[in-house]
């Protein structure tokens, strides 16, 4: 079809105006969707995805148009903020130049009609400054389905979906649709396109594939509901292959239920598609289980989720709903045992183990990420599990999958072989380093006063003091998922205790040894877990405690913190500025009300021993807005020890004001 010259000045006037208008502050994006609100009521549909790119001063880029005979085109170019002023030129499949536009500004506009048929180029360029550019092409809307029509029409809206029968190929175009929805994978405000709506009903549980090929940038969603909220979403995807955004698609478990499929475009682009679903039924849960091969312990199998069925569908809130492929293994327990399963795998896998193989809700135990890789490459489970037969599953988050290797340790309750278990076998740890430490394969011979569910296994290890330090002793990493430590002056006597603590436990020692013992908080707690200590010169700490001025109750008190960081809180990511330290004699019960307001980001915390950090009684980092702090406490009668320091990582020290309000309950 031929326009007519009037209709083709008409849009060049149009589009023109919306140059001027566009530029500033305006996104890329932004500026395209202002052309697409001038040219489509003008019978003008965009072809093709939005072209993109970077150019340098006084650099060209060109970008192919196929272009048919006898049609005329409209052709917009964008550049960012940084480019200044952007020329472009349309050259004919000779290499000879048809239409220009040299106007200065960030944006250009070509109108033209093609003589002939073929690959036509246009010639991007930035005579002035630098930045990125992005290129549209935009003609009359029946221009845009050549390629992508036959098989059905457009698709429908969320109050009139088009139903889709599985197992074929729709065609159709978004031009001139609604926007019904906005996908979940785009972030929000990133499409305002119009879309295409088709209603899906299954029958059966099963695999649902889609494929969705563009001649725009497109996005494809599947949902529960069709409403635009991303909850509703069950999967979405904007580019199926890494530089191509005329491919989207998914593979996804799915239950008997009402679905809809999206045709959605990026930004405000839209065009003609070519839509192909395919359903595979799950497979009977019964014969999946009795085929389940054995996971033997102490062997490393190596498997792939890839092209499996998704049978189990754990749904574990660890494995994000888990619509992925999996893989089940059958696991026998003879006796009583600890059990640890290990899986590596080449995808952001997730790990499940069930008591009966078909029963969804018969989960035991369940992880997705374990280690500290970038991205998850790791799953690890350890639990006690009793005489049984049990189902191992190898899932993936959100849909991942791929190739595997999984091992199991089995261990029957009671054969402890950790050379650390008991005091005679303590192991000696030296301040600042670390030890990879196990429970694992130990007994539970210590108990801890912090300890709510005594009975998990435990090790021990020998620290020596050489003179009066702080002792400040952490748990990190590992897969034990609830760690205690606790330190003891006389090993496995319960009586001589001196400090116990979740991950973490701080003391003030005189010369002498010592004994650290990792133990699990609740009985099923057990595994591996980093440990380390500090020792701490405590001279200079004694030294600022006993300078300490007093804090005056009902006195406003103007002070300034600088100087080293001496003291640091367990709230205001580490607190690490200088600190001012007051000192706070509490007569009878009563309530203390404290309160800072400073030039700089203050955190505020209260401990009972000035210089063991364990004994801090409440911190507080920002009451309204970051320079003002504020505690409200009940203290027993006794000195207690008042910081005023700063957030972060030292940056933050100035003038500050406090205040304390105490009344006797």
């Known amino acids: 079809m031929r326009i007519p010259r009037t209709l083709l000045v008409v849009g060049a006037v149009a589009v023109a105006g919306a140059g001027a208008c566009v530029g500033g502050s305006m996104s890329i994006s932004q500026r395209f969707a202002s052309v697409h609100n001038v040219l489509a009521p003008a019978g003008f549909g965009q072809l093709g995805p939005i072209s993109e790119g970077e150019l340098g001063q006084g650099e060209s880029a060109d970008v192919d148009l196929p272009l048919t005979a006898n049609q005329c085109y409209s052709v917009t170019a964008f550049g960012d903020h940084g480019v200044w002023d952007l020329d472009a030129e349309i050259l004919d499949p000779d290499g000879t130049p048809v239409a220009s536009d040299a106007a200065r500004g960030p944006q250009a506009s070509v109108y033209f009609c093609a003589q002939r048929s073929g690959r036509h180029v246009l010639r991007v360029s930035a005579p002035s400054g630098a930045g990125a550019y992005a290129v549209g092409l935009w003609a009359a809307s029946e221009a845009g389905a050549g390629i992508f029509s036959g098989g059905g029409g457009g698709g429908g809206t969320c109050d009139a979906p088009v139903p889709l029968e599985l197992g074929g190929t729709v065609r159709g175009s978004t031009q001139g649709g609604n926007d019904n929805i906005m996908p979940a994978c785009v972030q929000p405000g990133d499409s305002s396109a119009p879309d295409a709506v088709y209603e899906v ?381 007051f000192s706070l004699r509490v007569r009878e019960r009563s309530r203390v009300e404290l309160s800072v307001e400073a030039e700089f980001d203050s955190v505020l915390y209260v401990r009972s021993d000035c210089v063991d950090p364990g004994t801090v009684v409440e911190c507080n980092d920002d009451a309204g807005d970051s320079n003002h702090s504020l505690l409200d406490l009940e203290l027993d009668p006794g000195t207690y020890y008042v910081f005023v320091d700063g957030y972060g990582e030292g940056g933050e020290s100035g003038p500050f004001t406090i205040r304390a309000e105490v009344t006797p309950r």
């Not at 005489?387 to 190739?403: F, H, K, L, N, S």
């Not at 006063?449 to 009975?455: K, L, M, N, R, V």
């Not at 003030?508 to 980093?530: F, I, K, Q």
């Open 201 to 581: 009903v299954i029958e059966q549980a099963g695999m649902l594939r889609a494929n969705l090929q563009t001649q725009y940038d497109g996005v494809l969603s599947l949902l529960a509901e069709c409403v635009g909220d991303p909850a509703a979403a069950i999967a979405c995807n904007d580019d199926l292959v890494e530089r191509d955004t005329t491919r989207s698609g998914f593979e996804v478990s799915v239950e008997p239920g009402t679905y809809y499929l999206v045709v959605d475009g990026y930004a405000v682009e839209a065009g003609g598609y070519s839509l192909s679903t395919e359903f595979e039924v799950a497979r009977d849960m019964g014969e999946v289980c009795a085929e389940l091969p054995l996971l033997a312990a102490g062997e490393t199998v190596e498997g792939t989720t890839a092209d499996q069925g998704d049978d189990f569908r754990t749904d574990q809130e660890c494995a994000g709903g888990s619509r992925a492929p999996d893989v089940g293994y059958r696991l026998e327990i003879a006796e009583r045992s600890r059990v640890r399963i290990s899986l590596d795998s080449q995808y952001d896998g997730a790990l499940a183990i069930r008591r009966e193989c078909a029963v969804a809700s018969s989960v035991v135990a369940c992880n997705d990420d374990f280690g500290e890789s970038d991205p998850p490459r790791a799953s690890q489970i350890v639990t006690a599990l009793d005489p049984g037969t049990y189902t191992v599953i190898v899932d993936g988050y959100e849909g991942e999958r791929g190739r595997f290797e999984l091992t199991a340790t089995v261990v029957p309750v009671g054969q402890a072989s950790a050379p650390n278990d008991a005091c005679s076998g303590a192991i000696t740890l030296e301040a600042g380093d670390t030890a990879e430490a196990d429970t694992f394969l130990a007994d539970d011979d210590f108990r801890g006063s912090c300890i709510q569910e005594p009975g998990a296994p435990d090790v021990v290890y020998e620290v020596r003091v050489a003179e009066r330090s702080l002792l400040v002793a952490e748990a990190t990493g590992g897969d034990l998922v609830a760690p205690a430590l606790y330190l003891q002056r006389t090993c496995g006597d319960a009586e001589a205790e001196i400090a116990c603590g979740d991950r973490r436990v701080s003391a003030v020692l005189d010369p002498g040894t010592y004994y650290l013992v990792a133990d699990g908080a609740t009985r099923d707690a057990m595994g591996s877990l980093n440990l380390s200590y500090s020792l701490s010169d405590v001279a200079p700490l004694d030294a600022a405690c006993s300078d300490a001025p007093v804090l005056a109750p009902g006195e406003t008190t103007h002070a300034r913190t600088s100087g080293q960081d001496r003291f640091q809180g367990p709230c205001g990511e580490g607190s690490r500025g200088p600190e001012s330290v």
